[in-house]
T-cell receptor, first 116, second 115 residues
Framework: AQSVAQPEDQVNVAEGNPLTVKCTYS??????LFWYVQYPNRGLQFLLK??????LVKGSYGFEAEFNKSQTSFHLKKPSALVSDSALYFC??????????????FGAGTQVVVTP | EPEVTQTPSHQVTQMGQEVILRCVPI?????FYWYRQILGQKVEFLVS????????KSEIFDDQFSVERPDGSNFTLKIRSTKLEDSAMYFC?????????????FGPGTRLTVL
C-alpha cells in the first residue's frame, strides 16, 4: 500500500526567506511523486513531478523539489517566498510497482503562510 | 491554456436525493478521475475511467456511485441516494495518456452539501 505524510499542518515564513514544505512517502515499488497547490476556491494545480533521473526537479512559479530515495522524501522548496505563495500544498504519490498505476495518494496538505 | 471545468460549483441537496456532478475534461485527454475532499480531510481517490470503462475504484465508490461519459466531452459522477456523509468537495481530473507518470489536471471542484 502507498501512503504520503506531510508532517507540518502549517508553515510560516517571511517574504523573501526560503520556503520548505516536507513530504515523505511509502510505496511497495518505485514512486512517481507530485506536488500540487490549492488556492482558495480553486482546484488543485500541478507544480512539479519526479519520475526518474535527476533528483532535483524544477517546476512552476520557481518551485523545486528534491527526491531522496534513502530518506523516502520529496520536499518542496522555493529559495525566496512570495506573499502570493500562500496556499495549501499537497504532496502525492503513485506507486508504479504496486497494484494501482492510476490513482494518486495525497498527503493531508500543508498550509503555507507567507507574511510581508 | 486548456483546463478542466466542473458544474455546478455548489450543489445543495436533500438526503436521499440523486445528484449528478458534471465535468468537462481537457479535450485531448483520455483518462479521467474523480476525487473528493471532505472538509478538513485528505483528498481521496474515488474512481478512474478509461476507454469507457472503470479502471479502478476505491472502497468509497460503492453501488451508490456511478460514472459515465455520455458524449465526447462530458464526464459525470452520479450519486443515487445521497447521505449526509457525502458532503464534500468533488474534484474531477484528467490526464493525457494512461501512463502513470503523466500528471493529472484538476478542475475547480463542486462543493456538495447534503442536508
Amino acid at each position: 500500500a502507498q501512503s504520503v505524510a506531510q508532517p507540518e499542518d502549517q508553515v510560516n515564513v517571511a517574504e523573501g526567506n526560503p520556503l520548505t514544505v516536507k513530504c515523505t512517502y511509502s510505496v511497495s515499488g518505485n514512486p512517481y511523486l507530485f506536488w500540487y497547490v490549492q488556492y482558495p476556491n480553486r482546484g488543485l494545480q500541478f507544480l512539479l513531478k519526479y519520475i526518474t533521473g535527476d533528483n532535483l526537479v524544477k517546476g512552476s512559479y520557481g518551485f523545486e523539489a528534491e527526491f531522496n530515495k534513502s530518506q523516502t522524501s520529496f520536499h518542496l522548496k522555493k529559495p525566496s517566498a512570495l506573499v502570493s505563495d500562500s496556499a495549501l500544498y499537497f504532496c502525492a504519490v503513485r506507486d508504479i510497482g504496486g497494484d494501482s498505476w492510476g490513482k494518486l495518494q495525497f498527503g493531508a496538505g500543508t498550509q503555507v503562510v507567507v507574511t510581508p | 491554456e486548456p483546463e478542466v471545468t466542473q458544474t455546478p460549483s455548489h450543489q445543495v441537496t436533500q438526503m436521499g436525493q440523486e445528484v449528478i456532478l458534471r465535468c468537462v475534461p481537457i479535450s485531448n485527454h483520455l483518462y479521467f478521475y474523480w476525487y473528493r475532499q471532505i472538509l478538513g480531510q485528505k483528498v481521496e481517490f474515488l474512481v478512474s475511467f478509461y476507454n469507457n470503462e472503470i479502471s479502478e475504484k476505491s472502497e468509497i465508490f460503492d453501488d451508490q456511485f456511478s460514472v459515465e461519459r455520455p458524449d465526447g466531452s462530458n464526464f459525470t459522477l452520479k450519486i443515487r441516494s445521497t447521505k449526509l456523509e457525502d458532503s464534500a468537495m468533488y474534484f474531477c481530473a484528467s490526464s493525457e495518456l494512461p501512463q502513470s507518470y503523466n500528471e493529472q489536471f484538476f478542475g475547480p471542484g463542486t462543493r456538495l452539501t447534503v442536508l
